[in-house]
């Protein structure tokens, strides 16, 4: 029967009675104003697992001083129908006291691969992640924890410390999902307005132009990131970051000598911060509906 939790330990206990009765588990970590990328990770979290909890929680613990937490959008209604649609059997949406009743004594410390990218612009959002994302799997115990390749820092900031903590739980990524006109889907891109969410799609465009040349056989790598600069420098308002790394390390990558290369952007557009990547060398161009 689908039902929607509040309590940390209710929570904890429905998932103890899941996996006493053989049941895998699968959780789906999301901040809600859930949209089909979302739903994308519920489809594949159904098919890994027997039980689909999902998280719906606003983590305040990540978001700094001055960013969006207190507009972010919120719509618990909407967003229990969506996930009871998609086949999740649970919806855990907590409340920030009951996630943190001792204030944020004890917190995850994040190493090196929360050092780059936008770990440089968010001081202590991705310890603020690994806190809660630890918190979601020792109430749940997941067999497994799907996660979104939009936000691909995260993702390997997550896998890194499950293995680190030993949490026995297997991370599954999932791709990127796009809109038509190739923009990554986004809780964010609800605060677009519509001449900015046109300008918006110079975000995928500006890693598309560097796919294109990466297919042509361009490698140097500042040649690829100034491709992909000067497409955000003409469509968005401010650059945080456009740069090439190891997919696996987050370093930067210097020579030409490389088979996968992570192209990761991070630019403002209005009052909103838009991310967005691809792996050259393995995924396919951003805008490919588009050609
Ligand atoms: P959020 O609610 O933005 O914290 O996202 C929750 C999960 O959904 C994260 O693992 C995200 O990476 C993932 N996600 C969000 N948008 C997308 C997208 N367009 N494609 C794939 N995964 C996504």
Redesign the pocket.
């Known amino acids: 029967m689908f039902d929607v939790l509040h309590a940390p330990l209710v929570f904890q206990r429905v998932m103890q009675e899941a996996r006493s009765h053989g049941r895998r588990i699968a959780l789906?970590?999301?901040?809600?104003?859930l949209?089909e990328?979302?739903l994308?990770?519920v489809d594949l979290a159904r098919k890994l697992a027997d039980t689909v909890a999902v998280s719906i929680f606003v983590n305040p613990t990540q978001f700094g001083p001055h960013e969006d937490l207190a507009r972010y959008p919120r719509d618990l209604e909407s967003d229990v129908k969506q996930v009871q649609g998609r086949g999740a059997d649970l919806v855990f949406a907590p409340e920030p006291e009951s996630m943190y009743p001792h204030g944020e004594e004890t917190r995850v410390r994040v190493g090196p691969l929360a050092a780059p990218l936008c770990g440089a612009f968010r001081p202590g959002h991705f310890e603020g992640v690994a806190t809660v994302v630890g918190k979601l799997f020792a109430l749940s115990g997941p067999c497994t924890a799907?996660?979104?390749?939009?936000?691909y820092q995260?993702?390997l900031i997550v896998k890194r410390m499950a293995q680190d903590l030993f949490f026995p739980v297997t991370i599954a990524a999932?791709?990127?999902?796009?809109e038509q006109d190739g923009m990554?889907?986004?809780?964010r891109n609800r605060y677009l307005s519509a001449e900015d969410r046109q300008r918006a799609v110079g975000v995928p465009r500006s890693l598309h132009l560097a796919h294109e040349a990466f297919q042509r056989g361009e490698r140097r790598p500042q040649v690829l990131a100034a491709l992909c600069q000067s497409e955000l420098e003409r469509t968005t308002d401010r650059i945080d970051y456009a740069e090439l790394v190891d997919p696996d390390r987050l370093t930067p990558l210097l020579s030409c000598d490389f088979e996968r290369a992570l192209l990761a952007v991070a630019a403002h557009v209005g009052m909103t911060r838009l991310i967005d990547n691809v792996i050259l060398g393995e995924d396919p161009a951003p805008l490919a509906r588009l050609m």
């Open positions: 789906v970590p999301t901040m809600g104003a949209h990328g979302h994308a990770l799907i996660f979104g390749r939009k936000d995260q993702l999932h791709p990127i999902v796009r990554a889907m986004s809780s």
